[in-house]
């Protein structure tokens, strides 16, 4: 299951790429038509499927994170112990954290196998600023998994702060980690230096 929930992960992820910062787009457009750019490049680059690290990271780096609303998804995260860590601690967090998402779905990407992805009917209201857009990720020989993206409209328009994969959050999921690693070693500095350590272990 937690193999699975990465790489559908990953998937979600890949709808947010290549749109500008200017442009506002309504969400569904928006997830449609990234997730069909990347996903066309995973399938073409025979470097990614081959395994080349520096061109999948790349490819996550560029076509991933910088639609997320990064400092929001780890607030939520940390839930309470976002309140109480220092702006250092908080800054230092952001960094490991960004390098963990990195790592994670740079090792999902590599594991593309023709994956399509369904887009269901979508509406939204003139005001809104918040929505989900509701896909399921189709895959050859098994069973539709239901996909759902959280978004938020801000200045700078449509960003993604959680996805839901078959019921289950990737916030939740990280936060319940998180809460566990932070009693376990003794504070945010402990989860900081675990997830630094992970990170050098992983060349990241």
Known sequence: MKLIFKFISLLALLGFGSMTMAEVVA???LVKKTADEVLEIVKNDKDIQAGNQK???????????PNFDFERV???????NWATASDEQKAQFQKEFRSLLLRTYSSALSKYQNQTIEYMPFRLQPDATRATVKTRILQPGGQPIGLDYALEKGPNGWKVFDIVIEDVSLV?????QFNNEIRQVGGMDGLIQRLADKNKEAGV
């Open 172 to 176: 939740t999921n990280y936060r319940s």
């Open 27 to 29: 969400p569904d457009v």
């Open 74 to 80: 780890c607030r939520l995260v940390l839930g309470r």
């Open 55 to 65: 061109k999948i990271f790349d490819l996550a780096e560029t076509k991933i994170l």
